[in-house]
């Protein structure tokens, strides 16, 4: 069903809420694939971009009293996909086994497009930030690893450090960058740039 018209799409809301289950299965099928679209935009999954897009439309036929006292349909529906997603994308966020696959891959965001970039651009900030904030030592450590792409035996060389040293080093560093970045950096709105994080 195509997207209805002004006076077609008044009288069908008006319908659904008064409780009219046809006309909200018209009002579905008329938002269905521009909402997942939508958030398939943020998520990178069709899986999860279909559950959300009806936990949209649930939320609209729970709440559908109030339907009347909306003054834009179109952009009501698009605000709750939104934070829909980000609430999506927070939630995984916090999960351990996300944030390992995420840190894994965070520096991987290389080719961005003019409206993630000034979001990268703030993250890289931010991580600098934190890397500035470490000890002496290990903000050594944890640069020649990550900026210079050596190994831990080529940096226990360097330093003349053991390689067990170099490895607590580099793995407290990361663990002082995700607590520092989790209190200052919004993580979820990087995911919703990386598709390659969540499949």
Do not use: C
């Not at 959300?52 to 529906?77: C, E, T, Y």
């Amino acid at each position: 069903m195509g997207h209805p018209n002004f006076e077609t799409e008044k009288e069908l809301l008006t319908q659904v809420s008064e409780g009219d289950e046809k006309a909200f299965r018209n009002l579905f099928e008329s938002y269905y694939e521009k909402l997942y679209q939508y958030i398939f935009g943020f998520i990178k999954s069709k899986q999860v971009s279909e559950e959300l897009v009806m936990d949209v439309f649930l939320k609209i036929w729970l709440g559908r009293d109030i339907i009347p006292q909306i003054h834009s349909f179109n952009a009501f529906l698009f605000r709750v996909a939104h934070n829909k997603s980000i609430d999506f994308l927070r939630s995984v966020a916090r999960d351990p086994k996300f944030q390992d696959l995420l840190w894994e891959n965070i520096q991987l965001v290389n080719n961005t497009t003019a409206d993630s970039s000034i979001l990268v651009q703030e993250y890289q900030n931010k991580l600098r930030e934190a890397v500035s904030l470490l000890p002496p030592q290990r903000k050594k450590v944890y640069q020649l690893s990550r900026e210079q792409d050596m190994t831990h035996d080529q940096i226990a060389v360097q330093l003349n450090l053991s390689r067990n040293t170099i490895n607590n080093h580099i793995v407290e560093a990361q663990r002082f960058i995700r607590t520092y970045l989790s209190k200052n950096f919004d993580i979820a709105l990087l995911v919703a740039i990386m598709p390659q994080v969540i499949k």
